[in-house]
């Protein structure tokens, strides 16, 4: 539903309050006025996001995934600042399949802004795993210290700590890698 009808379908309701209530039935009237206030409500916080993080709390990504597949036009169904939840909300569901993707969306989502703190370290700490896959074991530690830098409360401490082990066992520098060109000869031959 496009985002301008709430606004419209707030208005006709707000007008059947005030016919009610110039027709003497005002405890009807006022309840519809109140009653206004949900599509109201809806623009500023998009019902299927809402019902995605709902899904998210039960911890079931398919049943988040498929409340965040009915967004089908995000430019005309979201408010800008909702645009950072819906790729947030896209990362955190295609992180499990797809990780390059969910990278991409978690780039997006920090990019039109975050409003929590802990959505922003989540966000930062799914990059920073992103980078450690790629073998950018530098992106991944100055990703990883401004994660932890934003986990004020310590909600992710473990999973912080299990990549810092991930990062201990990968050993990626230049001084490590193999000469190609040297691949060919044994250590016996100079």
Do not use: C
Not at 142 to 171: F, H, P, Y
Request: zero cysteines.
């Amino acid at each position: 539903m496009n985002k301008y009808i709430k606004f419209v379908i707030a208005a006709v309701i707000i007008g059947l309050g005030i016919y009610l209530m110039f027709n003497r039935h005002i405890e009807f009237g006022i309840l519809t006025v109140l009653l206004s206030a949900i599509p109201i409500l809806l623009f500023f916080r998009n019902e299927y996001i809402l019902l995605a993080f709902w899904k998210l709390r039960k911890q079931d990504l398919a049943g988040a995934r498929s409340w965040l597949d009915k967004i089908t036009n995000v430019e005309s169904q979201l408010i800008r600042k909702q645009y950072g939840y819906y790729n947030y909300l896209m990362g955190i569901t295609e992180a499990q399949g797809n990780a390059a993707k969910a990278e991409s969306y978690m780039k997006a989502a920090l990019g039109y802004g975050l409003s929590f703190k802990h959505d922003r370290a989540l966000a930062t700490l799914n990059l920073a795993a992103g980078a450690l896959m790629r073998g950018n074991k530098n992106e991944a530690e100055r990703l990883l210290a401004e994660a932890k830098k934003l986990d004020t409360s310590n909600m992710l401490g473990d999973q912080i700590r299990m990549i810092k082990e991930q990062m201990k066992r990968v050993n990626i520098s230049r001084s490590n890698m193999i000469n190609p060109s040297l691949r060919g000869r044994s250590r016996f031959m100079k």
